[in-house]
């Protein structure tokens, strides 16, 4: 009777338990807890990801990982309906007086939720590292790095999908009714992967908030600039603390024998954790929209801004960049067309993929902050034909 996880709140010296005294521990309900958080984190995931994506087509620079993205928040909204829907039915509830079949439902919906909601996580960083690869991933090695991680990605987190539907082996009823679970392998096999799991979703996390790092620190740029670019980028760090805190909670399974609510603490971190993924990968985005809106409403410029449509715009790097944004096949045909060798040719690719992406609308921050990188002169001189032929003096 102590599936609640606090089975005696103190009574005092008094023995009489007469009257509604034992209810507390078999009326909590943590359902309603479980939905603030999760609502809380899809709303926030849907107006960050809203805004990313009318800022990069506002620019044009809506690309595969904007796409990507918004698959992500498909999948985070659809897990947050589905626990919306296992809270109706009970999930969360300790009363043990619940009907079976209510019960049955709450825990199908529920198991639901949590893989889809692993799925939305793993998506939004499979968008993060695509959207890497298109703005950093000048180098081959770079992009086999990054690419590696894709596949490595999908595979970790699926077959922790997939533990999750077949731990009772193919007797899927007894999945969903805890009574008749004579088939079910272990928790502590879940538990024992979700280490595994949690560990390499914090690492990707903390790699990929290295990268920019390792990129932008090699360059000769304002210390203003390497700040802004690291500040944006390296929000993964923040991706990592929810994944390893969510990792931390998978123990807690075991402290409850009530399966409606031993998932409660960790369902609730999952989706902080798919939320975080998904907002920090999109903020860097975000950057050319809020300048925008900040020079319109002080009036510092004027209202018209076009991606890098102008002449100052196009002349800003020895790069195409408006060919690059024109045609989003060329963005990822390019990087590997041009083998670039030298130092100098990567910093201006990459120049050239974040002057289009994170300051777009925004050149004079550049031109203020990066001489001599930035701007590039054409020069074309014309001369009056003059004869070559030596003409010889008559004396």
Known sequence: MSAGGSPHHGTGGNSTTIGPRPKPTSSVNFGPELLVAVWTMSALSIVVVALRSVGNAKFGNFQISDMVTLLALTLLVIAAVLSNVAVDYGYG??????????????????????????????????????????????????????????????????????????????????????????????????????????????????????????????????????FVLVSLLSLGVVAMAASLVKTIEYPTIMTSTNPRTNRVTLLRWMFIEAGVVLITASIPCLRPLIVHWIKKFIKRAPTRHRKMDNAEGTQSTTLNVSQMTQDWKKRWIMPYMQQTQSGVDLEQHILASISTHIFAGDREFLDRHVPGIVKKVEVTVVADEIPLTEVEEHT
């Open 93 to 226: 509830k300790t009363a043990s007086s619940l009907e079976l079949h209510h019960a049955m439902i709450s825990l199908k919906y529920s198991t639901v939720s949590q893989a889809v909601v692993t799925l939305a996580a793993t998506t939004g960083r499979l968008a993060f590292i695509i959207y890497l690869i298109e703005l950093l991933a000048a180098r081959k090695l770079h992009r086999i790095i990054l690419w590696t991680l894709v596949p490595l990605q999908v595979i970790v987190n699926v077959i922790s999908v997939f533990l999750l539907f077949f731990q009772c082996s193919t007797h899927m009823e007894e999945l969903f009714n805890p009574s008749q679970s004579s088939n079910c392998m272990s928790l502590k096999v879940q538990i024992d992967y979700a280490y595994f799991q949690g560990a390499f979703n914090s690492a990707c996390d903390l790699l990929l908030a290295a990268f920019p790092i390792y990129i932008f620190w090699r360059f000769n740029w304002n210390v203003r600039v390497k």
